[in-house]
Each structure stands twice: as structure tokens, then as C-alpha cells.
């Protein structure tokens, strides 16, 4: 049977070559993930290895709790005194001192480089003289910076900010900004910087003062001499360190604990991508279920003819299986290829991007090999499962008769199945949305597979009717009109199958548009109802990280006469009740006259530095009421007690807790504001108090000053930068959908050839056949698209009434955007029918019309 | 979608005139030691109103003559004008159309277009030409076929002697310079067969319809007012007013 399946597959090379594409790109997808990721998980742990080679122990404060991966460490800073009590410690060799805060380049430009609110963190640490051997950094260029006025910056920001050694350069600071003087540049091992982080170094005193506090340091590093194990310098160090609060790790935690960092910090990349993958891989199951039955329709006298010469059942099942294996096995083969080719072109990338990535060869490892092998060749089988049963039934008889290959669907049992399997799935769905259940995504998951697979499958009977609609403008076109139309519709099953991939694709469009549409439009409603504020200073941060404006700022826009008030807001990791989250803190006597935060019990403005402000939401939920203890554990001081002080309505603008500022500058590890509010005096014009304000943000380059609306618009912007990106990924799943269509074009033309070689003969021009094809292409891509459009509606309509209490109150279907979709899809269906158009129009009339 | 050829409309068959020549026909396939003439120098004319049968055994070149005549197919050297148009000098696109407007086809194997029924089969030519037929000529053409009471039917639910009526239509629906038929009765049964000659016997008499019809059965070919006998890419004999015996005897002496 092997000869079988070999010949099979050569004699339709083209039709496979199609199929094999689409898992091709599903698997390259996935590999190049896996390989990228690999990769850039295999330098960094080489980095942190080396960059900690010398290091035996580290003294720091320790933490209540480890906030997670994406934020700043948070911990207390320890007394400058111990450092002469850790040289005294017998063994060690080298005591390198760890101060590490906020400090932010301005480029030649004046611009700030790098942007903490959106990218990687700006970082400034203390450089210490004499070990050398300890520093993560080395010097590309100049020397370590000595005393007050000089800095060294890392390689990467030096680039980025067109900056020299000799130049002069405003750091941004929790002090004033501050000029300095560059006295040398630094790679991070192999890297110019630690994954595109900037760095400033400062020398020891410098750094205490501007970054941390006078007399104080984040951590001691120590070298031991050789022959002192690492458990054996934390031992002694631990002897004569008696201070509460302080720990004493081994130089291998630290590594482990920076690896982890990246591991932590890279997963959420690798699922995202990961998540994409498998939205391709399902199309692309689509697409070769629907080949597979198109080809086992055709070839059926074939399939006949085997057995009546004495095939089993069995043989012929496997010869259209085996057909699937070998094409799963070439497209996985070609796909671990082109993922890898693809890792190295999202490493460029994101270099070109402005992550620095250090040089390095790229990681396939055992397992990317196998889980590309083993997902492309089941995916390939388990779509091709269906047409091999079916090809199995052939009855050895209809070798001797004409086959009739326009089988009608059944209707009442499709129907049934295709509604039951989609009831299930949105059953799934909305447990998963609606309900707390552990392994949510489990559910959402197989929910929307469901879903699908449900509405595939009752596809053939939906696809006659609802071609009649859709085409109707087709017939306005004349008789290629309705010729193009009665394509489509004469084998439904056919048409409904191309189109459910195209389906799958346009509703995951639809859903995130109406997610990232009506998030928009729930924000746009709470800045108009909620903030009193006039202008808002951002770029400061994103919450929970370590970068910020120095306070100064929000004191001096105070300080404006055109400025009735100003407050800066704050961010920490806090645990309250075992969940950590991240909380903002603001000054109490400002907040009513910034935002409205519809205050339901207590009052704001006296809540003292113990108080703590929660949202109806929490109030119900966890019974609490004014006056109740509720204990807030920081990761710097630990557990600390609180009283609840007011109740709150609006929680969309101010989460579910709120901190005074006192609370904040007690516990918080961060005392930068991520933003600074403002509100104009009385009788003051917007135009005259924006110059007033912008004269006291030139001294802060990173700073932009927005108006309300200006403001909605940045929020709208960072939304869509991610529907962007998302958009662009699902991109692939609609490129596999149209191979798809291309693919059952092609197909279907290649078994009517006789029907338009009469066509051509009684008188229908190359472009008219042209023309009909196109009409059919496009038929089938509006059907998935209408399709696609009504599911992702839906699908999006259940997960914005989901997150009703995460902040988004209002539906919004964005129509312009749907209708854009349905007009790409056409254009779409256009470009999918140019090859098979091409060549149907080619066809040499008479040799069409004698085939039998 | 309304292209025409140079001479719009439905042209009156002019007395007497010739409706399709070929002068010197050559075609040749492949070349070098596979090199076959199919045509090897034909030279015919087809009159208005006269219904004309080519005969010849297989490889004879009778269905090449035919694809040519009917600008299906080029000739290698030679000319064919069908309404003294030289087809020729014709680029796809016109020969298309004018394969649409001046020329019907009835082939052996029906090749109705499965998906419309059996009126848009018949009005298919008009529909690509973006016209409606003329209705008078259309229910004539239907009652004279006989197939009035199955329009709405598919291909698939008419036999292969109403589907071959409907084809017939189709080729006459434009009032073509010329009707071809490559064995039209070849997948019928007898008395279908005998329905569709008289049926085309009628349009050529009624309507003054030019027919030219390849078949090797020689019943069939006695409806024609002419058979042409065709063997090795040459006409060897034209046979006026034949009788299926005359017929016969023509094909047993050449054979001889």
C-alpha cells in the first residue's frame, strides 16, 4: 500500500504542496518560539553566571514577600556601617556595594532614553572602586566615573543617545535632573546592556545620594578567598551579622534568583506566542481536513477500483492516512526549519526594537525537534482522520459508476451535532469567564475550540442559505454573477469548510476589536466622569516598577500660581489577605478636588497615615466596613496595621485600594511618583497654565504633559499598540485561511475542468471565467467572514460582560473596523483566486472539454 | 457585460451565400518523428441552410476539421471564415465571441453546466453576452424541442435525450451562422437518436439553419443534404442527397 500512498502523493503534488504549507507555518511559528526563547533564555543564564561568577555572598535586607518577576526587588536598605564589619569577616577577599535606584539618561536630543512606562527599566547603581573583578560591568571605552559629577553609561543608551565619553549628560533622578560628565562605557557581559535596561553608574557616595540614602547601601556583595565555600562565607558572615531584617544568600541563589527573573519574565512572551501558534495550527487543521475530503471525493472510482481488486478496508484507510503522515512529517521537518530562520528574525527584531540582545548562536534543543514533529504529523493525521474513514467506505462498486460528488448534507443531523457542540462550547466559555473556577484558561480555551468545531460542522447547512444573501449583489453582475454564486453553493460542504478557517480568524479579529474597542470606550467614560484634574504629567512609570518623577515636580507645579492643586501618584507591591497586587497611593487632602471617586462611606481627606481607602466591590465581598482593622503586609516592612478609613464607588480609576501618602513614603521601596495630577486655579485659561506648566517640565525630559483628552488618547494608544501586535500575529492565521481558499479553488477547478472548457466554448471570454472563479473566492471568504464576524461579536459581547467588575462597563462594536474586516476579506478573496483563476483561464478548451 | 462581435444582432442567412469556408486547411500535431497532419490540405464550403455530415474512420481528421471550423482550434496553415470573417486573424477574445454570437456546438457527452437548469443551459450564450433572449424565438425553439415542460429541471433529472434537446437549444438560442454537433446521437439510445436528427432536420428546414455534424453512423448522416468523407486528413469524396445504402456503400468502396 506504501507504492499506493507514494504514487498518490506525486501524481497531486500541487494540492499537497498547499496543505503542507499551512502546517509548515503553524509548526515554524511554534518552533521559532520555542527556539527564540531557548535561546535568549540560555545566554542569560550564561550572563548571570558569569556576571555573579566572583560573588560568594550577598548581605541584603530581606523581604516579606517576593512581589513576582516584573517588579523592582523592593527591599529596605541596610546600614552603610556594616560594610567595614563584612571586610573584617575572615575569607573575604573583595566587598562590592550594591546601590541601585531610579536614574534616567537624556539623549543628545534632549529626549529622555528609554521609556520605564512602556519598556525595559532605566536603572542607575553604585560602581565600586576595587572590585573590579565583581562588577557585572566592563568598561567598553573611559574609566569608572570619581566623585560627584561623573557617570558611566551602558554601550546600548550611549548609542541610542548619541552619546560620547567626554560628554556631558543629564541624568534624571529622584533629586533634581543633574548634569554629568561621562567618564566611560559599559557592556553587560556579552551584551550593551542587561536586556536593553539603561545604565547609569555613579561612584559609592554619589550613588547613595542620589539613588538610595546617605548611609545607606541595597546590598553587600563579598569575594572569598579561594578554598572558602560559598555555604561557608554565608555561615560566617551570618556569625557576625546579628541584625534583624538582614539575610545572607550564597552567590549561587543570586544567580538562580536573576535567571528566574528572565525565565519568569520571558514565559508570558513564550505564551503569548505560544497562544498564536495554536491559533494557526487550528486553522491549519482546517485546511487539511477540507483537502483531504475534496481529494478522497475525487480520487473515490480510485479508491473503488482498490478495493474491488482486493484492498481492505483497512489498506485504503491507511493509505490516505499515510499520505497525511508523510505530509506531516515533510511540513514539520520544513517548519522546524523555518522556525528556526524565524527565531533569528524576531531576534533582529526586537534588537532593532531596542532590546539589547546579547550575540549568540541560536538553541535548538531536543525538544523543540520533537514537540515541532510530533504537533505537525498529529495535526496533519488527526485532520485527515475523517476523509481516511470515509475513503474506507468507498463500496468497491462505485468503481463501476459514475460518481456523483455533490453529496448532500444531512441536514437535521448536522445541525443538531454543530448546535450541540457549540452549546458545550459556549457553555465552557462562559463558566470560564463568568465563574472563579480553577484553570480558567482551560476552559476559555477548549470553550472557543468548541465553539468553532461546533459551527464548522453545522457550517454546510448554514453555508446554502446564507450564500443566497451574501451573494445577491453577485447577481447584479450578470450571468458570471450567478454563475460564481451556484458554485459556491452547489457542494456546501465543501464551501462551508474553506471558509471555517477563514472564520476562526476573522472572529479572534472581531473579539479582541470589540475587547480593545469597548475598554477604550470604558476609559474614555471614567476619565470624563471621574478625574477633576485638568492635566496629568506621564511617562513617568508603570505601577509597581522603580522609575518615576522626583516628588520635586509635583511640589513645584503646586507652587504655580496658575495651579490651584498638584499631587503625585505612587505604586507598591502590598498583600492583603494572601494576594499580592499593586496598590496606588495619594495624598488624602487633594484627592476629592483631582477625582471623583464617588465616595460612599467615611471621609478621604482625614485619613491618616494608617488609614486605607477600599471599593464597594471589596467592601461587600470581604464584609469590611469604616472602622475595621484590615492588616496590609509591604514587601520592604512587612505586615502593618490598617483601619479602613472611606469607601469608594469608582474602582475602574483607582483599583480596589487606596494608600495615603504617608503609608507610601513609610513602606513603599519606590518614593518616585509614576504620575502628577493637576488642577487649575479658578479663572485660569488652559493655555496660559500649560506654558507655566511646561516651563517647570524642561528640567524633566521624560515628563509629557496631557489634557484631559490628551490623556484618553495615551491610554486609547497603548490599547492599540497591543491590538496592533495582536493583529499582526493573527495576520498568519488569515494567510493560512486564504491557502485554504486558494487550495479548494484550485481543487474544485481542477474537477470541473470539463464544465468550464464548454463554458469557454459556447462563448465565455478569459476574463469571465476569470471573473466567475473570483466571484466564487470571494463568496467563500465573506461567508467566513460573516461567519467570523457574528461569532466574534458574540464571543467578545461574553468576555466584556465578564469583566464588567475589572473596569469595563460599556459594549462597544466597533463598526467601522468590522466593516473594514469585510472588506479585506473581499480583497482577500480576490487575491486567493488569482492562482487558480490564472490557471483555469489558461486551459486549453478542447482538451477540457474530451476529458473524461 | 455586453460584448458583441463586429456584426451585432441576428443576421437573416443570405441566399445562396456560404456561412463557413476552409481553403487549404493544414493542421499539424507535434513535430519531428511524432509529427501526425491531421489536415492535410482541405479545401470546403458550407452554404447557408445546408445541413452537412463528415464521415471518415477514425484519425481520419473529421472531429480536427470540426474544433477548426468552429474556432475551437488553429489551423497550422490554410484559412477559415465563418461569415466571411477570417478566423485567422482573430485573438482570443474575438474568436470567444464570436464563437458566443455565430456559432452553436452540440457534443457527444452532453456538457450541460451542472448547476443551472435546463432554461439557463439553453440561454447561457445570451447570459454571458449580458442580453435576454427574444422571446418569441426562445418558446419557439422550446416547442420545436420539445422540452417545454422541463426548464426548471437540472441536468441531473432530465435523460441523455432531454439533455442533448437542451444542448441543441443552447447551440441555436444566438440564431448561429452555424451549428456543429460531434456525434451527437453517439450516447443516445436509437429513439432518441431519430428524435434529435428530425429535430435538427426541422431547424435546418424551417429556419434555414447551416448544420455541419460529425458522426460515423451512417443513419444519421442520411438526414444531411451532403456527406464529406474524410480519410487521412483529406476529403476523398462528397456524397449529395445520400440515403443511408449509398452511405454504405461509399464507406465499404473507400475502405476497399
Excluded at chain 2, 427574444?134 to 416547442?143: A, N, Q
Aim: charged residues 20%; hydrophobic residues 45%.
Amino acid at each position: 500500500m506504501w507504492r499506493v500512498t507514494l504514487t498518490g502523493l506525486l501524481a497531486h503534488k500541487v494540492r499537497y504542496a498547499l496543505t503542507a504549507l499551512a502546517v509548515l507555518l503553524g509548526v515554524a511559528f511554534m518552533a521559532g518560539t520555542f527556539v527564540f526563547t531557548d535561546t535568549i533564555k540560555h545566554t542569560f543564564d550564561g550572563l548571570f553566571s558569569d556576571v555573579y561568577s566572583n560573588t560568594s555572598a550577598v548581605v541584603r535586607a530581606k523581604q516579606a514577600y517576593t512581589p513576582g518577576a516584573n517588579f523592582a526587588s523592593q527591599r529596605r536598605l541596610i546600614d552603610a556601617d556594616l560594610i567595614p564589619t563584612v571586610r573584617q569577616v575572615p575569607g573575604v577577599t573583595t566587598v562590592s556595594v550594591g546601590v541601585e535606584g531610579y536614574a534616567q539618561l537624556v539623549g543628545r536630543d534632549g529626549r529622555a532614553i528609554g521609556n520605564p512606562a512602556a519598556g525595559a527599566p532605566t536603572l542607575g547603581e553604585a560602581w565600586t572602586s576595587g572590585a573590579e573583578r565583581m562588577e557585572p560591568y566592563r568598561f567598553a571605552e573611559g574609566r569608572p566615573p570619581h566623585g560627584s559629577d561623573e557617570v558611566a553609561i551602558d554601550k546600548n543608551s550611549a548609542n541610542l543617545g548619541h552619546l560620547a565619553v567626554g560628554d556631558r549628560v543629564v541624568v534624571l533622578t529622584k533629586q533634581q535632573p543633574r548634569e554629568y560628565t561621562i567618564s566611560g562605557i559599559v557592556r553587560w557581559g556579552s551584551a550593551d546592556s542587561p536586556l536593553g535596561a539603561s545604565i547609569t553608574l555613579f561612584d559609592l557616595s554619589t550613588a547613595q545620594q542620589v539613588l538610595g540614602e546617605p548611609g545607606h547601601v541595597d546590598e553587600i556583595d563579598v569575594a572569598a578567598a579561594p578554598g572558602v565555600s560559598q555555604e561557608e562565607m554565608v555561615r560566617r558572615l551570618q556569625a557576625v551579622l546579628h541584625r534583624p531584617g538582614l539575610e545572607v544568600i550564597t552567590g549561587a541563589k543570586v544567580t538562580e534568583e536573576g535567571q528566574n527573573g528572565i525565565h519568569q519574565a520571558l514565559a508570558f512572551f513564550d505564551t503569548f506566542l505560544l497562544v498564536f501558534a495554536g491559533i494557526a495550527l487550528f486553522v491549519g487543521t482546517f485546511l487539511i481536513f477540507n483537502t483531504f475530503s475534496i481529494v478522497v471525493a475525487q480520487r473515490m472510482r480510485e479508491l473503488a477500483l482498490l478495493r474491488a481488486v482486493g484492498a481492505s478496508r483497512v489498506q485504503v484507510v491507511g493509505s490516505v492516512l499515510g499520505e497525511a503522515l508523510l505530509i506531516g512529517l515533510v511540513a514539520s521537518a520544513a517548519g522546524l526549519g523555518a522556525g528556526v530562520a524565524l527565531a533569528l528574525g524576531l531576534k533582529a527584531l526586537l534588537t532593532a526594537l531596542g532590546f539589547a540582545l546579547p550575540s549568540s548562536g541560536l538553541l535548538v534543543t531536543t525538544r523543540t525537534v520533537v514537540a515541532s514533529m510530533v504537533v505537525g504529523v498529529t495535526i496533519s493525521l488527526a485532520a485527515a482522520l475523517v476523509p481516511a474513514w470515509k475513503a474506507g467506505r468507498v463500496p468497491p462498486v462505485a468503481a463501476l459508476r459514475e460518481v456523483e460528488v455533490d453529496e448532500e448534507p444531512h441536514v437535521v443531523r448536522r445541525a443538531v451535532s454543530g448546535f450541540a457542540l457549540f452549546a458545550v462550547g459556549a457553555g465552557l466559555l462562559l463558566a470560564g469567564l463568568l465563574a472563579h473556577l480553577p484553570h480558567r484558561t482551560a476552559y476559555l480555551g477548549g470553550g472557543a475550540v468548541l465553539v468553532f468545531v461546533g459551527i464548522a460542522v453545522a457550517g454546510p447547512v448554514l453555508a446554502r442559505p446564507l450564500c443566497r444573501v451574501i451573494g445577491a449583489p453577485l447577481r447584479w453582475r450578470g450571468g458570471t454573477g450567478r454563475l460564481a454564486q451556484s458554485n459556491a453553493m452547489r457542494n456546501p460542504k465543501r464551501t462551508s469548510s474553506a471558509a471555517a478557517a477563514l472564520m476562526v480568524g476573522v472572529a479572534l479579529v472581531a473579539l479582541i476589536s470589540v475587547m480593545a474597542s469597548s475598554t477604550k470606550t470604558s476609559i474614555g467614560s471614567v476619565v470624563d466622569s471621574a478625574m477633576r484634574a485638568d492635566f496629568v504629567v506621564g511617562g513617568g512609570g508603570t505601577p509597581g516598577g522603580e522609575s518615576g518623577f522626583s516628588p520635586t515636580l509635583a511640589r513645584q507645579l503646586g507652587a504655580l500660581p496658575d495651579v490651584a492643586s498638584a499631587t503625585g501618584v505612587r505604586s507598591g507591591s502590598v498583600n492583603i489577605g494572601g494576594t499580592t497586587m499593586v496598590v496606588l497611593a495619594v495624598d488624602p487632602r487633594h484627592l476629592d478636588d483631582l477625582f471623583d471617586i464617588d465616595p460612599r462611606e467615611g471621609d478621604l481627606a482625614t485619613m491618616g497615615p494608617t488609614g486605607i481607602a477600599i471599593s464597594q466591590e471589596v467592601a461587600d465581598s470581604d464584609h469590611l466596613r469604616v472602622g475595621d482593622r484590615l492588616p496590609v503586609t509591604f514587601p520592604t516592612t512587612g505586615r502593618q496595621p490598617f483601619v479602613v478609613r472611606a469607601v469608594y464607588g469608582a474602582r475602574q480609576l483607582a483599583g480596589d485600594y487606596v494608600l495615603p501618602m504617608a503609608a507610601a513614603r513609610r513602606h513603599f521601596s519606590s518614593q518616585l511618583d509614576i504620575q502628577v495630577y493637576a488642577r487649575l486655579a479658578p479663572g485660569v485659561s488652559a493655555d496660559a497654565a500649560r506654558e507655566a506648566i511646561e516651563g517647570v517640565l524642561a528640567a524633566y525630559p521624560n515628563a509629557t504633559l496631557m489634557d484631559r483628552t490628551q490623556y484618553k488618547h495615551e491610554q486609547e494608544a497603548q490599547i492599540d499598540q497591543l491590538l496592533g501586535l495582536m493583529y499582526g500575529l493573527l495576520g498568519l492565521a488569515l494567510v493560512i485561511a486564504l491557502i485554504g481558499i486558494a487550495n479548494t479553488l484550485a481543487l474544485s477547478i481542477y474537477e470541473r475542468t470539463r464544465e468550464l472548457g464548454l463554458l469557454r466554448a459556447v462563448g465565455m471570454t478569459r476574463r469571465q471565467l476569470r471573473s466567475v472563479i473570483r466571484g466564487e473566492s470571494v463568496l467563500i471568504a465573506l461567508l467566513g467572514t460573516v461567519e467570523g464576524l457574528v461569532v466574534g461579536v458574540l464571543l467578545g459581547w461574553a468576555v466584556v460582560a465578564s469583566l464588567r467588575s475589572q473596569g469595563v462597563t460599556e459594549l462597544s462594536v466597533p463598526l467601522t473596523l468590522l466593516l473594514v474586516v469585510a472588506l479585506l476579506a473581499t480583497l482577500a478573496g480576490v487575491l486567493a483566486a488569482a492562482g487558480p483563476a490564472h490557471r483555469a483561464a489558461r486551459l486549453d478548451v478542447l482538451r477540457a472539454i474530451s476529458r473524461h | 457585460m455586453t460584448e458583441t462581435v463586429a456584426s451585432p444582432g441576428v443576421r437573416e442567412p443570405e441566399a445562396g451565400g456560404t456561412a463557413a469556408r476552409i481553403l487549404d486547411g493544414v493542421k499539424v500535431y507535434g513535430s519531428g518523428a511524432t509529427l501526425v497532419r491531421a489536415l492535410d490540405g482541405v479545401t470546403a464550403e458550407f452554404a447557408n441552410g445546408e445541413f452537412s455530415a463528415v464521415m471518415g474512420p477514425s484519425g481520419s481528421g473529421k472531429s480536427t476539421l470540426l474544433h477548426c471550423l468552429a474556432g475551437l482550434e488553429r489551423l497550422t496553415s490554410g484559412q477559415v471564415l465563418i461569415d466571411g470573417v477570417d478566423l485567422g486573424q482573430l485573438k482570443d477574445k474575438a474568436m470567444t465571441l464570436l464563437r458566443r454570437e455565430r456559432v452553436g456546438f452540440v457534443f457527444q457527452s452532453y456538457n450541460l453546466v451542472p448547476t443551472l437548469d435546463a432554461r439557463e443551459n439553453i440561454v447561457l450564450p445570451l447570459t454571458l453576452a449580458g442580453r435576454k433572449p427574444d422571446r418569441d424565438w426562445f418558446d419557439s425553439l422550446v416547442s420545436t424541442l420539445g422540452i417545454g415542460d422541463r426548464l426548471r429541471h437540472r441536468p441531473s433529472e432530465l435523460s441523455g435525450g432531454q439533455q442533448q434537446r437542451v444542448a441543441m437549444g443552447r447551440a441555436l438560442v444566438t440564431r448561429p451562422a452555424l451549428v456543429f454537433a460531434d456525434e451527437p446521437t453517439g450516447n443516445l439510445d436509437s429513439r432518441s437518436a431519430t428524435d434529435l436528427l428530425e429535430q435538427m432536420r426541422a431547424t435546418v428546414d424551417t429556419w434555414g439553419q447551416t448544420v455541419v455534424m460529425v458522426t460515423h453512423d451512417a443513419r444519421g448522416a442520411s438526414y444531411a443534404d451532403r456527406v464529406l468523407f474524410l480519410a487521412d486528413g483529406h476529403i476523398v469524396r462528397e456524397l449529395p442527397a445520400p440515403s443511408s445504402d449509398t452511405i454504405l456503400e461509399t464507406v465499404r468502396e473507400l475502405g476497399d
